[in-house]
């Protein structure tokens, strides 16, 4: 094979490359859904849309899940506004989606028109929960959810953006058959809000290394170093969560760590930066349950600040 033939299969494979990692749309929901309506699923619905969902979507100045611009991305990107997730049929989105695209979209970031979207990913998140949110977004009596007639924004992703979510971001595989842990194990049910939280999405090395279906063999896990932006344009990077005494979490006590992550405060007064948010929903056991399971991850020794 010549020079010129070996660079014309070079750049053929570099192109095929390209065009399939530029692919735009995916296979679409099935219809074969079922949702199971009762009272625990609205209550544990209600706690996965504020502590899961409410991150992105919740907007605190309007009290309702109308959504706000994503601040802490890189400028490259361009600008991400999450979607309305009010009643409103004007902007909710909700009003355009089947309980089965709902359920699909969760678990593997493909929207009705199969279209993928790399912003809300949860393809472990157990059948149940997934049922439970979405009885709660459709049928809870939640002012938070009546219809929020106003856009916060609309997404514009730079060329850049794009080719960085179609090049590194792809839609995950639709797996049913999760079940919720044991309600007994604590180390287990914290490992599970650890991964339907998105802790790891922030508290690991960088976004390239998540790994959604296996959290644990995302690079860095819990051990921090993923690169954000403050409010203010200054740089920050999340921390470390392992047991480490001298950069991890190992000197927090479980009041310590109640403290964090409802109010925002590490151990010595210091106020936690954007964009860690405070959990204020999260109840003291599930608090319990994750500070359970960080101190059974091997300790790494990790400066992030």
């Not at 625990?40 to 899961?52: D, Q, S």
């Not at 049928?139 to 060329?159: M, N, R």
């Not at 644990?216 to 203010?232: C, N, R, V």
């Not at 151990?267 to 056991?285: A, V, Y």
Request: aromatic share 10%; hydrophobic share 30%; with cysteine.
């Amino acid at each position: 094979m010549t020079n010129r033939s070996r660079w014309m299969l070079h750049m053929t494979i570099a192109g095929i490359f390209v065009l399939y990692s530029c692919r735009t749309h995916y296979q679409k929901a099935s219809e074969n859904y079922r949702l199971v309506q009762d009272a625990a699923a609205m209550e544990r619905g209600k706690n996965i849309a504020y502590n899961v969902c409410g991150g992105c979507h919740y907007n605190r100045e309007l009290n309702k899940f109308v959504g706000h611009q994503m601040k802490d991305l890189p400028k490259f990107i361009g600008k991400v506004y999450t979607s309305n997730l009010t009643r409103s049929k004007k902007y909710g989105v909700l009003t355009h989606y089947t309980d089965a695209q709902l359920a699909y979209l969760i678990k593997t970031g493909i929207k009705h028109d199969g279209r993928f979207i790399p912003y809300m990913i949860r393809p472990t998140m157990a059948d149940d929960d997934v049922n439970d949110v979405i009885v709660y977004m459709r049928y809870a009596e939640d002012p938070a959810l009546e219809p929020g007639d106003t856009i916060v924004g609309t997404t514009h992703l730079s060329f850049l953006g794009k080719l960085a979510n179609s090049m590194t971001q792809k839609p995950q595989e639709y797996k049913t058959g999760i079940k919720r842990p044991d309600p007994n194990n604590a180390v287990a049910n914290g490992r599970y809000l650890v991964d339907i939280l998105g802790c790891y999405h922030c508290h690991s090395k960088n976004v390239l290394g998540l790994n959604y279906a296996n959290p644990e063999d995302s690079k860095g896990y819990m051990a921090g170093g993923m690169k954000f932006k403050t409010l203010q344009g200054n740089r920050v990077r999340g921390a470390n969560l392992t047991p480490d005494k001298g950069t991890g979490i190992g000197k927090y006590s479980q009041a310590d760590f109640h403290k964090a992550l409802a109010d925002g405060k590490t151990p010595d007064g210091r106020q936690l930066q954007f964009p860690m948010p405070k959990f204020k929903r999260l109840t003291e056991k599930q608090i319990d349950q994750i500070y359970a399971y960080l101190n059974t991850l091997p300790p790494k020794y990790h400066k992030t600040r």
